[in-house]
Each structure stands twice: as structure tokens, then as C-alpha cells.
């Protein structure tokens, strides 16, 4: 990620000449267009703003003065739609209170950039963006901070100069996980790769080795899934021909199917000779037997909260806090002692 940002230039918008200036969007715009209505001092630190980032402004740009599109912009990791819809409707509805629109922009690996579906959210005048980055690599989420759009993270906890978050500390739900079985004399504790959410992957990891460290010992449980693999399945079936834990964490749903599918071939017994926790729960894991224990979150209110901070950023209200953290509770089921 260091080297992206040493090597790839910001691109600068008219929301970095806003950040930069410190004033508002349309501030900027009365400013590009001339408009007598700003006062001298406003323009003039808008103006030096323009040239310290040599910014070049556009018809979109100039456009702002005259009306808000009152359209958000909801970016979501294609493999992200089976657990997210609570998340969805908590952003729609309380768009829809706030008279806002929305529209949905979907990541495809290979198939559409970062960079490019940022561009045409500009090109349409998006006010912000919300986007969910559970999936997203380190190189995604810093090309989206060189934007510098109004943007709240919703996910994971992410910083950048106009983005707030709207987080689950999945760190410190696997470090109380862990240390609860630690305290219980189990280590032998593994974590399941998920090469689909690389940047949450590195919390769970995190939590499990600070859990480790605090008695006295390493973590070394984190399965890596090799590139020849196609599915987490195929190298699952192969590793538990050979291999048994006492606890293995997945990081979602069908990782955590695929465990117990495995476990039932291999003739492992679930919960007697391995238990499983899977981080975010999904009606999925209701489904299957035994039922799978998991962390419950509040998918809704989070949605609903996003939306709410991204109307307060668009208003100039700065007052309420850029980081926000959300609630999590514990849920044991079938597939735990």
C-alpha cells in the first residue's frame, strides 16, 4: 500500500479544493463561476486552495453551485449481496426520510476498477459515497481515499480526509473469542483464509495473535489457502485428511459450510472433536446441521446509520465523531460446546 502511494498521484476533485479550503462544496463552485455573493477572504483561501493542488475545474464542477443531485453513491463487492440486504434497506430507508437517492454500483475483480467506478460516480454528480469494504484490498480502498469524496466506510474501520466510519472491530471480536477458549486450556486454534476479504482476514489474524501474546504464546493457526486451489472446499478436504483443531474460525458463511461438510466426510465429529465459529452470521448459518455458532451484528441499523452520518457530512456538520463502532453479540449454536 506504500508503494501505491508513493507511486500513484491523488486525483484531485473539487472535493479536495473543498477539504483543502475548508468550505463547502458549493463554496467552491460560486467561487470557480465567479459568483459575487462569497466573501473576499473565502474566495481568496479558495483560490490559493485551487492552486496548491493544481486543480482544473470541469462543468460538473461548475454545475454544483446551482443544485445538489441528492444522489449517494453505494459501492458493494459483488460476493458481498448474500449477507448484506439488511444493510441495504437500512441505507434505503433512511435515504428515503431524507429525500436522497440512491444508486448501487457493484465491484467485480477483473472486470470494473475502483478507479473507474469512481470516475463515473463523479461524471454523475454523486453528493458522497458509502461503499462496503468488507472485500475490498489495501490497493482498492487507497484508490478510493485519492478521490477525496465525502465517503463513509461502512464494514470495516478505514480512514481518509473526508471519509468517516461505520465499523465492527472484527480485531477485537476474534481477541475476545480466543482468549475465552485460551482461558479454557484449548490452543490449538486456527483461522481459515478468505482471499475474498484480504483486509478483514488481517483483524481476525490481529485478534487472534494479540489473544496469543497475552499468555505468553504465538499464534501460528492462521491456514492459508494456496493459489492452486479454486474454492475454499477443494483445500479443505484435502488439509482435514490429515490435519484436526480443537477450534477453527472462519470469516463467513460458506467458509464455514465448507468446514462442516469436510468434517463430515472425514468422519470428524462437530462439536465433540472440533468446533467452529463463524465471524459474521447469515441466515445461512440457521440452515445447516448442526447450526452454526456465529457473532450477530445490527446489519440494519448500521446501513441506517451510514446514511445518517453521510447526510450530516453533506450539511457541513462536522460536530459528531468520524469513527463509529458498532455493537456485536456472541451467539453459540450446534456447532460449539
Given amino acids: 500500500m506504500n508503494e501505491l502511494g508513493n507511486n500513484e498521484k491523488k486525483r484531485v476533485t473539487i472535493y479536495s479544493v473543498a477539504h483543502e479550503a475548508g468550505v463547502s462544496l458549493a463554496t467552491v463552485s460560486r467561487v470557480i463561476n465567479d459568483s459575487d455573493v462569497v466573501k473576499e477572504e473565502t474566495r481568496k483561501k479558495v483560490q490559493d486552495a485551487i492552486i496548491k493542488l493544481g486543480y482544473k475545474p470541469n462543468a460538473v464542477a461548475q454545475g454544483l453551485a446551482l443544485k445538489k443531485t441528492t444522489t449517494i453513491a453505494l459501492i458493494v463487492p459483488d460476493g458481498s449481496f448474500n449477507y448484506i440486504d439488511k444493510v441495504i434497506n437500512g441505507i434505503l430507508d433512511t435515504a428515503k426520510i431524507y429525500k436522497y437517492n440512491v444508486t448501487l454500483h457493484t465491484a467485480t475483480p477483473g472486470i470494473n476498477e475502483m478507479h473507474e467506478i469512481i470516475d463515473n460516480i463523479i461524471k454523475s454528480r ?13 490497493r482498492e480502498l487507497e484508490t478510493v481515499n485519492n478521490f477525496q469524496i465525502p465517503m463513509v466506510y461502512l464494514g470495516n474501520k478505514c480512514t481518509g480526509g473526508m471519509a468517516c466510519s461505520v465499523y465492527v472491530d472484527y480485531s477485537e471480536l476474534v481477541y475476545g473469542l480466543v482468549d475465552r477458549y485460551l482461558k479454557k486450556g484449548i490452543e490449538d486454534i486456527v483461522i481459515i483464509d478468505d482471499r475474498k476479504n484480504p483486509v478483514s482476514i488481517d483483524q481476525l489474524v490481529d485478534g487472534a495473535s494479540r489473544a496469543f501474546k497475552n499468555h505468553g504464546k504465538v499464534f501460528e493457526g492462521f491456514l492459508r489457502i494456496p493459489e492452486k486451489y479454486h474454492s475454499s472446499y477443494d483445500f479443505l478436504s484435502d488439509y482435514f485428511s490429515e490435519h484436526r483443531h480443537q477450534l477453527i474460525i472462519t470469516h463467513r458463511d460458506s467458509q464455514a459450510i465448507a468446514v462442516l461438510n469436510t468434517c463430515s466426510e472425514k468422519g470428524i465429529r462437530v462439536p465433540e472433536d472440533t468446533e467452529i465459529v463463524c465471524v459474521k452470521d447469515s441466515r445461512y448459518t440457521e440452515m445447516f446441521r448442526p447450526k452454526i455458532s ?41 456447532t460449539t460446546k
Avoid at 454523486?126 to 489495501?138: P, T
Avoid at 445518517?308 to 465523531?321: A, F, H, N, Y
Fill in 126 to 138: 454523486s453528493d458522497g459515497i458509502i461503499l462496503y469494504n468488507d472485500a475490498f484490498s489495501h
Fill in 294 to 334: 456465529s457473532f450477530i451484528v445490527p446489519s440494519y441499523d448500521s446501513g441506517a446509520l451510514a446514511m445518517r452520518i453521510m447526510t450530516k457530512m453533506l450539511s457541513g456538520d462536522e460536530s459528531g465523531d468520524r469513527e463509529y463502532r458498532l455493537s456485536y453479540v456472541y451467539k453459540p449454536k450446534g
